[in-house]
């Protein structure tokens, strides 16, 4: 691949990467919005700390992991490169250096969204609003998600956009899930009761997952059954399977069809991870560590994107994960 296409192959990877990773850290904070009404208070919003890896970069500017203070950091703090604002920022950004190749429609939307989060105030993403808030981010980008799709033209770079959106999706599916499963509920006592099946439904919900869930499972929620709905049902847009079979066919994709001689590393590591899932059963994963598996997954993926950088844009990764 040439020097200029390498270089917008990296932008549209990454364009596609922030919005998603914009539009589900919204899910994450929506759902631990809901969690955090119990007893634990800011218990729960230290989990999503501890899921993004976030503990010492929080902890150097706040004392106190509060609601308060957690949802500014992910929502609006300019300090913080994991913010929604900088991630919607970087996405812009990306999309500036892609202007010949977007639609005028496609930078438009971005670019009325990003100046929107740059006016909006504490007040608008305190706790009793945070909803609210997580909603609008979701509906933005659910409408740069339709402009894509609807006026990208289909060349090698809608499949770089396409490899973004899967393997962040793949890795932000994996967080969800470990909210609630490793972190959020208070202990194996409360497994099967109204409070469990209650944050399970909220998980479902926040990933957008409740109604395709209830078309498997018309009656009943169990632990099993929603996080092997989310690992394994590939019907489903949002689960891990599915996006891993995303990642793998436009990997082949662009070596078949483009003929691209790079990324057979990454496409045998996505093989890799797909036999797996094949292989494995929810009893499985369960028996031996559901939050262990998740992290393992989280794993390679970041190998994957790691590869991918090396193979297509002439570098390991310049921005950071999630």
């Keep these: 691949m040439s020097n200029l296409l390498a270089r917008y192959a990296d932008a549209i990877f990454w364009l596609a990467r922030y919005v998603e990773r914009a539009e589900d850290v919204a899910r994450i904070l929506d759902v631990n919005e809901t969690f955090s009404r119990d007893s634990r208070g800011d218990q729960n919003w230290r989990s999503v700390l501890q899921i993004y890896a976030d503990q010492p970069r929080f902890f150097a500017a706040h004392e106190e992991a509060t609601a308060e ?22 996405a812009r950004s990306n999309a500036r250096m892609l202007r010949p190749l977007i639609s005028t429609e496609m930078w438009t939307q971005l670019n009325i969204f990003y100046n929107r989060l740059r006016q909006m105030s504490s007040r608008e993403v305190a706790e009793p609003r945070l909803s609210r808030f997580c909603g609008f981010v979701k509906e933005n980008c659910q409408a740069h998600t339709g402009i894509t799709e609807g006026t990208f033209y289909r060349d090698e770079g809608w499949h770089f956009y396409r490899l973004g959106r899967a393997v962040e999706r793949a890795d932000q599916t994996t967080r969800l899930l470990d909210v609630k499963y490793h972190l959020l509920l208070p202990s194996v006592e409360h497994v099967g009761s109204p409070l469990d099946v209650s944050q399970w439904n909220a ?27 989310l690992i394994f049902h590939r019907t489903f847009p949002r689960s891990i399977a599915a996006n891993v079979d995303a990642i793998e066919a436009n990997i082949a994709d662009l070596r078949r069809r483009y003929e691209l001689e790079n990324g057979a590393a990454a496409l ?55």
């Design 268 to 322: 045998e590591r996505i093989q890799a991870v797909r036999r797996s899932l094949d292989n494995e059963t929810i009893s499985d994963i369960i028996r031996r560590g559901l939050h262990e598996y998740l992290d393992g997954l989280q794993q390679e993926l970041n190998a994957v994107s790691r590869e991918l950088g090396e193979a297509f844009f002439g570098h390991a990764p310049r921005h950071p994960a999630a």
């Design 69 to 90: 203070a957690v949802i500014h950091f992910y929502t609006l703090d300019a300090s913080n490169p994991a913010s929604i604002l900088n991630d919607i920022g970087q």
């Design 203 to 229: 998980l479902l919900r926040s990933a957008a997952a409740y109604h395709a869930f209830r078309r498997m499972h018309p009656s009943g929620m169990t632990a099993a059954d929603v996080a092997g709905f």
